[in-house]
């Protein structure tokens, strides 16, 4: 049995962020991931992040995960369970973690979960066929493991991940047809990113959508269909691309099973991805020794994410009695605020909005 | 498919390479990297199939997740190729049903 203070579920960049900010305020901490490298989704991330994660000098995603690794392994009082996954939480407070040969029981006095989040699916013809892929999985396989799965993509989805995959394509010198979008605007993506693929050819094609994909065993073409306003398809508007891969990046929901096991108080709020664990300021659920931060607590991004992982570590710490900083919470707390100002977060406000006024 | 060469931020240094038996024949992979990852590399797209269709099912969400990827491996069925690292002489084959407990 282990017995650490401190559980933290899931090592990217919120899990990592809360293992630290516990440990560093003295607490002892168990960081489990099913992964065999800590990192999470930030390992793929090419681009450069700027602000409070980065420390204002624009480090790139893969770069702040192997820093927050480096400062992970070293920790005296961290210690990491990799390949491992947090497989059943029980009523008595015995967590219990394993792979294929090994198991762990796990007693721990706080947890954060920070288990991430998942790919959406959409309904089309063979949408299960090989050479349909989730963005995310192909970001990993070029940007972690170097391989290309094809060599000409359709995007479906023109959001923050869309648009930023299609760039990292081109830059591995695939060849990107074009990204499609039901919606007759584009997603959330930055316009700086935006722009620059439709600069280097690749166009977007807005209040359209994807009917299915065909071929020999593989994804050999897909046909797109022109829709109305009510996303209705107009028939003489449909449209061939010629690819290997399609892929979807039509959004991300909160991987919150664990949490749902343990009847945690969740609620349904699209704003956030789905249903969302019901959580305050600091992470903490309607179950008071467990804690979320990160994608899981509601869909956002890297940055808020490590932020959410630094505030429910401190305050675990807190609740176990060590010495900590409150003021570094409250500067935390400003600095996620601040970053939520952007025109991109005003969703996630509006869901946090929502899932605040609802009871514990 | 191929794996990247020249890439304008990320570098793939040579990694140790290593060979497994896919559905039978003798196939080269990069030691430690995802088999699923290994068999793109190489052009084998299906993982297993469905269980009542028997549709090919492959790649799709690199994190041990969809199950799209559950693959027989030395014997055991169900294993999350995406997250499963690659070693020597490891026998991978197409999984055809649930897998049975023995």
């Given at each position: 049995?282990?017995?650490?203070?401190?559980l933290?579920?899931?090592?990217?960049?919120a899990?990592?962020?809360?293992?630290?900010?516990?440990?560093?305020?003295?607490?002892?901490?168990?960081?489990v991931?099913r992964?065999?490298n800590?990192?999470?989704?930030?390992?793929?991330q090419?681009?450069k992040?700027?602000?409070?994660?980065a420390?204002?000098?624009?480090?790139?995603?893969?770069?702040?995960?192997?820093k927050?690794?480096g400062e992970?392994?070293?920790?005296?009082?961290?210690?990491t369970?990799?390949?491992?996954e947090?497989?059943?939480?029980?009523?008595?407070?015995?967590?219990?973690?394993?792979?294929?040969?090994d198991?762990?029981?796990?007693?721990?006095?706080?947890?954060?979960?920070?288990?991430?989040?998942?790919?959406?699916?959409i309904?089309?013809?063979?949408?299960?066929y090989?050479?349909?892929?989730?963005?995310?999985a192909?970001?990993t396989?070029?940007?972690?493991?170097?391989v290309l799965p094809?060599e000409?993509?359709?995007?479906v989805?023109?959001g923050?991940?869309?648009?930023?995959?299609?760039?990292?394509l081109?830059?591995?010198q695939?060849?990107v047809e074009?990204?499609i979008?039901?919606?007759?605007?584009?997603g959330g993506?930055?316009?700086?990113h935006?722009?620059?693929?439709q600069?280097?050819g690749?166009?977007?094609?807005?209040?359209?959508?994807i009917?299915?994909?065909y071929?020999?065993?593989?994804v050999?073409r897909?046909e797109?269909i022109?829709?109305d306003?009510?996303?209705?398809?107009?028939?003489?508007?449909?449209?061939?691309?010629?690819v290997?891969?399609?892929?979807?990046?039509?959004g991300l929901?909160?991987?919150?099973?664990?949490l749902?096991?343990?009847g945690?108080?969740?609620?349904?709020?699209?704003?956030l991805?789905?249903?969302v664990?019901?959580?305050?300021?600091?992470?903490?659920?309607?179950?008071p020794?467990i804690f979320?931060?990160?994608?899981?607590?509601g869909?956002?991004?890297?940055?808020t994410?490590a932020?959410?992982g630094?505030i429910?570590?401190?305050?675990?710490?807190?609740?176990?009695g060590?010495?900590?900083?409150?003021?570094?919470?409250?500067?935390?707390?400003?600095?996620?605020?601040?970053?939520?100002r952007?025109?991109?977060?005003?969703?996630?406000?509006?869901?946090l909005?929502?899932?605040?006024?609802k009871?514990? | 498919?191929r794996?990247?060469?020249?890439?304008?931020?990320?570098?793939?240094?040579?990694k140790?390479?290593?060979?497994?038996?896919?559905?039978?024949?003798e196939?080269?992979g990069?030691?430690?990297e995802?088999?699923?990852?290994?068999?793109?590399a190489n052009?084998?797209?299906?993982?297993r199939?469905?269980?009542?269709?028997?549709?090919?099912?492959?790649?799709?969400?690199?994190i041990?997740?969809?199950s799209?990827?559950?693959?027989?491996?030395?014997?055991?069925?169900?294993?999350?190729?995406c997250?499963?690292?690659?070693r020597?002489?490891?026998?991978?084959?197409?999984q055809?049903?649930k897998g049975?407990l023995?």
């Open positions: 049995m282990i017995e650490p203070d401190v933290v579920v899931g090592g990217g960049p899990g990592m962020n809360a293992a630290l900010a516990a440990a560093n305020a003295g607490a002892t901490v168990l960081l991931d992964f065999q800590l990192g999470g989704q930030l390992v793929k090419t681009h992040f700027f602000g409070w994660a420390r204002g000098a624009g480090a790139r995603g893969f770069e702040l995960a192997q927050w690794e992970i392994q070293n920790h005296p009082r961290i210690r369970l990799l390949g491992f947090v497989i059943g939480a029980y009523k008595d407070g015995i967590w219990l973690a394993a792979d294929l040969e198991f762990y029981k796990i007693k721990p006095k706080r947890v954060v979960i920070a288990t991430g989040a998942s790919e959406r699916m309904t089309f013809e063979n949408n299960d090989p050479g349909v892929y989730g963005a995310g192909v970001q396989l070029m940007n972690v493991y170097g094809g000409r993509y359709l995007i989805g023109s923050n991940v869309g648009v930023i995959v299609a760039y990292q081109l830059q591995a695939a060849k074009a990204i979008d039901i919606l007759p605007r584009l993506a930055y316009w700086v935006a722009a620059k693929i600069r280097a690749v166009p977007i094609l807005l209040k359209r959508t009917t299915g994909v071929g020999e065993g593989h050999e897909a797109t022109g829709v306003e009510k996303f209705q398809p107009i028939p003489g508007t449909e449209r061939t691309f010629s290997d891969v399609v892929l979807l990046a039509v929901m909160p991987l919150s099973e664990l749902f096991e343990l945690v108080r969740e609620y349904y709020i699209p704003e991805g789905g249903f664990p019901w959580h305050d300021e600091t992470g903490r659920t309607s179950h020794e979320v931060a990160g994608d899981v607590a869909i956002e991004e890297a940055t994410a932020l959410q630094r429910s570590g401190l305050q675990t710490a807190l609740d176990l060590y010495e900590v900083n409150k003021d570094e919470i409250d500067e935390l707390k400003m600095l996620l605020t601040q970053f939520r952007s025109s991109l977060s005003e969703k996630v406000c509006q869901g909005e929502r899932l605040h006024t009871g514990v | 498919m794996r990247i060469t020249v890439h304008p931020i990320l570098n793939f240094p040579p140790k390479k290593v060979k497994f038996i896919f559905e039978g024949r196939v080269e990069y030691e430690g995802p088999i699923a990852a290994a068999l793109v052009g084998f797209y299906e993982m199939e469905s269980v009542n269709l028997h549709r090919p099912r492959g790649f799709f969400c690199a041990g997740n969809c799209s990827c559950l693959m027989v491996v030395d014997g055991k069925p169900n294993i999350r190729t997250i499963t690292p690659l020597e002489g490891m026998k991978v084959e197409i055809k049903d049975v023995k």
